[in-house]
C-alpha cells in the first residue's frame, strides 16, 4: 500500500523557517515526483511546487507564491521529501500534504500537517 | 498562475447526473491532456478520481467520468449517491511546467 506521511508542522513567527518532511512506503520512492499543495482552512487547494527524480537531475519547480522561500529536496536513500519553508508569512498559515505524482496526476496524498505562522 | 474556474456548487438528487466544469486558458486546460479531478470529503485529504482528462482512477466507480473541449474541462457525475457529497477540485498542468488547481466546486445531494 502506497503511504506517504508529512511530520514537521507547527507554529512559527513571521519570518521564520520550518522544515517539513515526508516519508514514503509501499512504491520505488525514487521512480516518482513528489509534489507539495497546500490549503487554508476553509479555502481552496494551491500547489507549491514539485522535485523530479534522478532521471531528470532532480528537477524542481516552484509556484510564483513561495519561489524563492521555499525548497523542496529528496533524499531517496531514506524515501523522504523534504519542504523548506523560509521567511514565513501569515498567508503561508495552512495544511501543507504531500503527494505522489503519476501520469501528471496527484496520485497518493499524505494526511497532511499544519503549518500556523502567528507571533 | 490564475486558478482554473470552477462552478461554485452543484446540487441534484440521487440518482440525477450533475456536471462541473472547470474553465482555464490556452496555457493549461487547452494545452494538452494533464488534466485531472479530485474529490474531497470535509476534514480528509483529496483523492484522485480522474486523470488526463477521462481516465478513472483505481477503485473509482464508473459514474464519474470526465471530459474536455477547448480551455473547459468537466466532471460528470450520473446517478449521484448520497455517498458523492463533497467538495470536487480540477488540477491541470501549464505550459510553465508548473500546475494549477480549480477554484473547488461543492456537490450537495439534496
Known amino acids: 500500500e502506497v503511504q506517504l506521511v508529512e511530520s514537521g508542522g507547527g507554529l512559527v513567527q513571521p519570518g521564520g523557517s520550518l522544515k517539513l518532511s515526508c516519508a514514503g512506503s509501499g512504491f520505488r520512492f525514487s521512480d516518482f515526483s513528489i509534489d507539495w499543495a497546500r490549503q487554508a482552512s476553509g479555502e481552496g487547494l494551491e500547489w507549491i511546487g514539485r522535485?523530479?527524480?534522478?532521471?531528470?537531475?532532480?528537477?524542481?519547480t516552484y509556484s510564483a507564491s513561495v519561489s524563492g522561500r521555499f525548497t523542496i529536496s529528496r533524499d531517496d536513500l531514506k524515501n523522504t521529501a523534504y519542504l523548506q519553508m523560509n521567511r514565513l508569512k501569515a498567508e503561508d498559515t495552512a495544511v501543507y500534504y504531500c503527494?505522489?505524482?503519476?501520469?501528471?496526476?496527484?496520485?497518493?496524498w499524505g494526511q497532511g500537517t499544519l503549518v500556523t505562522v502567528s507571533s | 498562475q490564475s486558478a482554473l474556474t470552477q462552478t461554485p456548487s452543484v446540487s441534484g438528487f440521487p440518482g440525477q447526473s450533475v456536471t462541473i466544469s472547470c474553465t482555464g486558458t490556452s496555457s493549461d486546460v487547452g494545452s494538452d491532456n494533464r488534466v485531472s479531478w479530485y474529490q474531497q470529503p470535509p476534514g480528509t485529504a483529496p483523492k484522485l478520481i480522474i486523470y488526463e482528462v477521462t481516465n478513472r482512477a483505481s477503485g473509482v466507480p464508473d459514474r464519474f467520468s470526465g471530459s474536455k473541449s477547448g480551455n473547459t474541462a468537466s466532471l460528470t457525475i450520473s446517478g449521484l449517491q448520497a455517498e458523492d457529497e463533497a467538495y470536487y477540485y480540477c488540477?491541470?498542468?501549464?505550459?510553465?511546467?508548473?500546475?494549477?488547481f480549480g477554484t473547488g466546486t461543492t456537490v450537495t445531494v439534496l
Open positions: 522535485i523530479r527524480g534522478k532521471v531528470v537531475d532532480y528537477a524542481t
Open positions: 488540477s491541470s498542468h501549464t505550459t510553465t511546467y508548473t500546475f494549477v
Open positions: 503527494i505522489r505524482n503519476n501520469n501528471w496526476s496527484f496520485e497518493n
